[in-house]
């Protein structure tokens, strides 16, 4: 591999990661865990209602980890577990208005704070990080992920 290409592949995961940690301080304003905003962002900014099994799969946890953390929302009053319309066994879970208002509120305190620091950098640097931004969610469209292994288990004997 292109070591130029595996520098700039390491540089970019680690401003991107110390970028959204910085900006998941404010998700505290919330009041809200960051496994149940996780969840719920999936279900407010995803745009549709899922499943536990389609939630925990988007999610990347197990389907009871995932019921807990849905359990907790209900219990918030931040989303709804409704049957399906077509097949009344199966349950859906949906964003209520307020787990609605929540995120959108959360996405603003965060967009807020990534303008003001913006702000304070040269215009031409301004549109170039906007360029930059664009490139970066069409690198997110190549990225091709292949399923893990599953794992295994080392005991100490």
């Known amino acids: ?4 290409a595996v520098q700039a592949a390491d540089r970019l995961h ?12 404010l998700d505290k304003a919330s009041g809200v ?7 719920l962002s ?13 939630l925990a799969s988007a999610e990347q946890v197990s389907a009871p980890t995932m019921s807990r953390v849905v359990a ?8 709804e ?10 349950l859906v879970i949906v964003p209520s208005a ?19 620091a913006l702000q304070e950098r040269p215009v031409m640097e301004q549109m170039a990080l906007a360029r930059a931004a664009d490139e970066i969610l069409h690198l997110a469209s190549l990225i091709r992920v292949r399923p893990a292994a599953s794992r295994q288990t080392h005991r100490s004997t």
Do not use: T
Request: glycine content about 8%; cysteine-free.
């Open 14 to 25: 680690s401003a991107a990661i110390r970028l959204l940690r910085r900006l998941r301080l």
């Open 72 to 79: 907790a929302l209900e219990r918030a009053g931040l989303v």
């Open 81 to 90: 577990v409704a049957s399906a319309a077509r097949d009344r066994r199966r």
């Open 98 to 116: 307020k787990g609605k208002q929540v995120m959108w509120e959360g996405r603003q305190r965060r967009v807020e704070a990534l303008a003001a």
């Open 42 to 54: 999936v279900l407010v900014f995803g745009g549709r209602s899922m499943s536990l099994a389609q």
């Open 1 to 4: 591999m292109d070591p130029r």
């Open 33 to 39: 865990g960051p496994a149940q905003l996780s969840a």
